[in-house]
Each structure stands twice: as structure tokens, then as C-alpha cells.
């Protein structure tokens, strides 16, 4: 660890990634000397639980400003408790990397000085991207970034008796704000330009089944319609996008984030043309005495077939970033291993993560992979689990897994969780396939579903299973009018509920082998069951009995998005 005493130590700005690096590097170099700027009255926040405080899970926006024990992180706790002298309300104007000063102003006063430092941290954030359209200033049109925000919004909700919102974007936290808006009892409209949801997250035919999840629970969804201007007088009444007008009491826009790179760009540091600063291994600018992380950041992105700068803002790499910058400053040399794009939250019932890269993505990218799609519980059958739909992406070549997407109102972050640490590691199919995780009734059933989903995947890419996901087997459906539609449930699933098309045959599969004769071995066969493990197991029978046109829908009925469905 490095000896340097009295080292000057300047951050700009103290949220996530500022604030971490910071009191970390005091904890290592009790010496140094080190200064906090934020412009802010607040700092070191959790921005994430603004949702959930707008929803009324809590009633003083400032918990999302306090430790775990309830200790408000002020600039006197920053001072006192982790040794760190703090500026609110400053405004960093500009860097001289010459002669290694920081210029600041005093958002209340207006006065400017120069500050030394010796090092210097960036970790000044991003900013809400507003549209160009008219009436983006109309009062009760927010983003959704600071406490600020988040008072605003419910204040005005609770005083005013707001009853009609319209989000714009149909990213997580917009799809957060929603169901949030919701919950309190408004008519929400989400607008999206995309032709799904979460279309950085999902693929489509996962994204489907969030959007029948969504719309059930009242949230009005409208896919592929851009914003074209927000109407009122003052404040707003309705939006207008391409194809309609829906009136409105409060808009919120959540279309992305932007790095707030001006000031490193200003002082000529490296950042990326469409915005970003550049940095290495370990979080150091262009010039090795600034260092910079969090939302003002690109990220490496650690995957071996899609190694290039992504942008991907979020609070946990913000941190880890602070730990790596301080480490450095400190001497301990712990380089950042980059990220695989991890998301996770929730949206009403459904639980939604991904790692890695999307089918969409490699399809893009043009790798050759295999996808398979699993569906059932999380839990062993009789402990009364929550179901789980996921979506594994591997590379034919390497047999490694490149991507995972899942969604459900089951367990999806424990399962996540290991899919990451695959990806990361860069383990075999084979190998995760084996893992030894934890196993007992209340967690998960004897082999979890994400190696089930693996085994699924393992049994594709070894030529036993022929499966199409839900996705494929439609449009194939769509194509092909001759095709048959096995379903091999039992007679009481098959009388609840079953899919409405004319092309049904219904053969319980224990009774399959003797009636298979009934089929005939010229048309194409997919076989379905309520999450198709049995759906596999038909299409096994049938390929023994001869039949070579025969295909399973993965995922089942459990898994099937389209509203083809009916029920006894």
C-alpha cells in the first residue's frame, strides 16, 4: 500500500460512485485529504427507491438518504463519521489538468475559487434526456432522478388529486413509475417507440408476456408511437404522439440518461464521441491523476464476443467503480473486470432480470447460437411455487452460455445470480449443467430450474430435443395450415384450459405409444403440455415410433403469450 501522506483529493460529485470512493480511500489513507462537491443539497442517495416512495411504501423521501441503522449521510456525518469534508450547492465549473486545480461556485453566494488537488475523482452522473417536442417545459412534466423529483411528484399527486398519467418509455424505471402511479390509484398510458418493452432486456417473446402481465393489471400499453408534443397551458392537460391524443394530468419521461462528461470534455479528457467518458481497467481518465466513474462512464463489457464500450448506468456498478478508484489511489492495484449488462426489478407480480447478451443481440452480431426456453416452478410442485419462464443464449462453438433472460413471479434474482456468474467465468455448459447449488423444498425443487433450463439447452444442442420457442412455433402456426398441434396433457388440464385453434389433437401422453398409429407421419407435429417437459417427452415417443417431423413448443402453455387461449 502506498506510503504517499497528505495526499489532496478532490470528488466531484457524491452519489453512488463519489461517495464510495471516498470514504473507502479515507478508510485506507487516513491522511489524505478529501473534498466531496456536489451540487445538490443532498448526497449519497438512493435514487432506485424513488419508485417505490412515489407507490407510498414509506412516507419521508429522506430514508432513501439514510444508512441501514437510519443515520442520516449529511455532510456533517460524511465529516464526522468518515472523515470527508463535503461542499453542497457547489458546482464544479472547470478542471486546469495543468496546474491541477478544480474551479467551483457557490450556488448560493456566487462566489468562485480555485481548489489544488493532487488527485482528482469524476463521478458527476448523468442527466434525464428530454425530447425536443413542445411543451416539454409545461409544469407537472417530470424525469425521474433525484429526492427532488420524487417530492414533486407525489406532493402534486396528493394535493391536487391527480387521476391521469401518461409515461413515456417503456424502460424499467419507466414500467417502476408506472406500476407505481398505478398502485395509487391513477389511469396510466405508457408510450414506447419500441416495438416491446424492455427491448434492451427482453426478447420478444418474454417481453410478450410482461405486456399481457402489464395490461391486466390496467396500465393502457401503446408499442411503436413516438411523442410528438405535450399539450396545456401552463401545466399540462394531454399528450399527442403519432397516432393519437390522451389526456393527461402528469407526464413523466423516461426515455434514457445521458453522461454528464462537459466538464472532463472541457478539460480535454478522452470521451466518447456519442457521449461518455473513457477510462481504463482502472476507472483512470486520459490523464492518470483524473479518474472517473458511474453514470458519466462508458463501461467495458467483459463478454469475449461483444468486448466494446457499452453504455449502462446503473447504482451497483457506480459502486464498484468507487472501490476501484480508491483502491488505485491507494495503491492496491484491483483492476474492474467490466460488466455483462446485468439488469433486475420488479413490475407488479412479475419479477424481470437478464445477463449477457439477448438472441436479438447475437442475431445482430451474427453468432452462431442456440436458445432454449423453460417454464415451471421455482420451488419443489407441492410447496406451492411461483412460476419462472427462462430464456438461455450459448454459443455453439464454445458451449458457453452468452446470455439469460428471466421473468416470472417466482425466485428470478437467486437463478440470475448463478447465470451471472457463469457468464462471467466464462463456464461450459457442461459445467453449469452440475452445479452443486443449495437444494431443499422451500427453495427450489432437487435440480433447480436454471440447470433444468440447461439441460433443455445441453439436450438442443446435442440433438435430442427439437424445440421451438413459443415465438417460432406461432409464426410457424401462421405459415403452415396443415401442421397438428399435439397436446398431450391429461383430459381435466385439456378441459380448463387449451389452445383455440382447430389443428388440436388431444393425446394424454400416457397414452401416446398405443395410439400414435392416429397421427399421421407426413405433417409437421408440436407437441405442448402446461410447460412442455412432457411436450420433450412426446416428441422422444414419436421420433422412436418413426416420426421425424416432430417438434415441441418450449415453455408450454405457461410460456405461450398470444391470446389464443381459452378456458372451461
Known sequence: MAEERGLRVLVVGGVACGSKAAARLKRLMPDASI????????????????????????????????????????????????????????????????????????????????????????????????????????????????????????????????????????????????????????????????????????DLELALLLENHIRQKGVRLLLNERLQAINGSGTVNSVTTDKRTIEADLVIISIGVKPNDQLAREAGLSCDPKGGIIINNYCQT???????????VLNSYIHPFTERPIYVPLGSTANKHGRVIANHIAGIITPFPGIIATSLCRIFDFNIGCAGITQKLANELRLDVETALWAGPDKSHYMNGNPLIIKLIASKRYRILLGCEIIGPGDVSKRLDVAVTAISLGASLDHIAYLDLGYAPPFAPPIDPLLTATHVLLNKMNGLAKGLNPREAYRLMQEREDLILLDVRTPQEFSELRLNDPRVVHIPLGMLRQRARELPKDKIILSFCKVSLRGYEAQRILNAEGFDKVWFIEGGLMAWPFGNLISS
Open 35 to 202: 473534498t466531496i462537491i456536489d451540487r445538490s443539497s443532498y448526497i449519497s442517495y438512493g435514487s432506485c427507491g424513488i419508485p417505490y416512495y412515489v407507490e407510498g411504501l414509506f412516507d419521508d423521501v429522506m430514508v432513501l438518504n439514510e444508512t441501514p441503522v437510519g443515520v442520516r449521510r449529511t455532510p456533517q456525518f460524511f465529516e464526522q463519521v468518515k472523515g470527508v469534508k463535503v461542499l453542497t450547492r457547489t458546482e464544479a465549473l472547470s478542471i486546469d489538468p495543468i496546474s491541477k486545480t478544480l474551479r467551483i461556485r457557490n450556488l448560493d453566494t456566487g462566489e468562485e475559487k480555485d481548489l489544488p488537488y493532487d488527485k482528482l475523482i469524476l463521478a458527476t452522473g448523468a442527466r434525464a434526456l428530454r425530447p425536443s417536442v413542445p411543451g416539454i417545459d409545461l409544469q407537472r412534466v417530470w424525469t425521474v432522478r433525484n429526492l427532488d423529483d420524487a417530492e414533486a411528484i407525489r406532493f402534486a399527486i396528493e394535493r391536487d388529486g391527480l387521476k391521469k398519467a401518461v409515461v413515456i418509455g417503456g424502460g424499467y424505471i419507466g414500467l417502476e413509475m408506472a406500476e407505481a402511479l398505478t398502485l395509487r390509484g391513477l389511469e396510466v398510458t405508457v408510450v414506447e417507440m419500441m416495438p416491446h418493452l424492455l427491448p434492451h432486456m427482453l
Open 286 to 296: 486520459s490523464d492518470p491523476d483524473i479518474y472517473a466513474g458511474g453514470d458519466c
